[in-house]
């Protein structure tokens, strides 16, 4: 919380000079995902955990029936009209808070007016799911604000749904949903399908590096939506033999190798690789809460594999990363995490070995491509709140 509450008081600040009052403050964290890539919208399994970094809001009541929203980090106000019969996009970061205060009225909540400032220190675009914490905290602070009660896991389903239906992008439950409703010190293993969770203690010898590439691809939405059509026109195919599957999660491997001539070359590993990442989920979850970290490390460096030549998620630098990681004494296993095509690498090290990767990874990454990585220790964090809660 240590970074949180330095932003805070600065937030505060900035929100009495532009708007006056008193207002409250609510965190959402962004997310690390140890394993379960691209499963999510597969009805598949996921194992996410909260980052300490976080997206607050500042939010006091207004008089009236208008949301007045200023970012920090855009330093751009917007305002909009609660009962706009027709709203639409604007494609900016503006859509993710508008998304979510009309997918929460649809849901029968009656929000009303206030002023929000909006604060955070998650990278954009790095694959630590800032759109996602953005969503969570605006949803909870409009909750709060109009006095409502907040249902975690329905204000995961309703930001996921702002984000499909008013945003324009087709992503999973996950990101949502671990913000949502993480715990300190613990990951989530998520049935997507489901949304049944199974909290899992990390072991505390263990630490959790991510390295940022700061690459950022722009082809990374387009292609996200491409493998997620891949995924769907498979499920299609094989239903023609598989009657009644509805996505790959009700697929064997032992189904598809039989119904492979039904797929596309390329449909068919991308649909081996969804298949394999839930079996290789529930087993690194498995291993967790058994205190195997080699074993879940070998989950993951297995995930990066098929992610990257099945799944053609990665992109060289994370290969990159993702090799020297793994020549670091006390890792246990490294993978590109979220979307892919850029963004940030996990792995999972033992504590004593923490500056020696950092160190590592550091050099040998800058040596071959000339750019300074971002490299962070975390620990599994809380999910969203008041802050200072
Ligand atoms: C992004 C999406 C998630 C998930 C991951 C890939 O983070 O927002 O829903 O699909 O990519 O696992």
């Known amino acids: 919380m240590e970074i949180a509450s330095t932003i805070g008081p600065a937030l505060l600040a900035h929100f009495r000079q532009a708007f006056g009052g008193r207002p409250r403050l609510f965190r959402a964290p962004g997310r ?50 609660l009962d706009d019969v027709a709203p639409s996009p604007r ?15 649809r849901a029968g909540r009656q929000l009303e007016g206030a002023d929000l400032m909006i604060d955070g220190d998650l ?11 953005l969503e969570v905290s605006v949803g909870y602070a409009l909750l709060a604000n109009s006095g409502l009660d907040v249902d ?27 913000s949502c409703c993480a715990e300190a010190g613990r990951a ?42 891949d995924c769907e026109r498979a499920v299609a195919a094989l239903a023609c033999e598989l ?11 032992e189904q598809l190798e039989r119904h492979e001539a039904l797929l596309s070359e390329t449909m068919f590993r991308r649909a081996r690789h969804v298949i394999g990442e839930n ?68 792995s999972l090290v033992d504590a004593s070995a923490v500056d020696r990767f950092a160190e590592t990874v550091r050099k040998a990454y800058e040596d071959a491509t000339g750019t300074t990585p971002s490299i962070f220790c975390c620990f599994p964090g809380p999910g969203v709140g008041p802050l200072g809660s």
């Open 32 to 81: 690390v995902n140890i394993i379960g890539e691209h499963t999510d919208y597969n009805d598949g399994f996921v194992l996410p955990a909260a980052l300490e970094l976080a997206v607050t809001t500042a939010i006091a009541p207004r008089p009236d029936r208008r949301l007045r929203i200023a970012s920090l980090a855009m330093g751009a106000t917007v305002e909009f009209d």
């Open 123 to 133: 990278p954009m675009g790095a694959g630590l799911s800032a759109s996602a914490a």
């Open 188 to 229: 989530v293993l998520l049935d997507c399908r489901t949304l049944e969770a199974r909290s899992i203690a990390v072991d505390p010898s263990a630490r959790l590096m991510v390295c940022d590439t700061m690459v950022r691809h722009e082809i990374a939405t387009s292609e996200y939506n491409l493998r997620r059509a």
């Open 152 to 178: 975690r896991i329905e204000l995961a389903k309703i930001c996921q749904r702002a984000e499909n239906e008013f945003v324009g992008a087709r992503c999973g439950v996950m990101d949502q949903f671990i």
């Open 91 to 105: 494609g900016d970061w503006s859509d993710y808070v508008r998304g979510v205060a009309i997918m929460l009225q």
């Open 243 to 253: 009657h009644g599957i509805v996505a790959l999660r009700d697929v064997t491997l």
């Open 279 to 346: 079996a290789r989920t529930l087993r690194a979850a498995t291993a967790l809460e058994g205190g195997d970290l080699f074993e879940c490390g070998r989950m993951m460096d297995l995930s990066h594999a098929s992610l990257r030549d099945d799944y053609e998620a990665s992109c060289p630098e994370l290969d990159l990363i993702v090799e020297f990681a793994g020549g670091v004494e006390g890792v246990y296993g490294s993978r590109m995490m979220g979307g892919g095509f850029g963004g940030c690498a996990i």
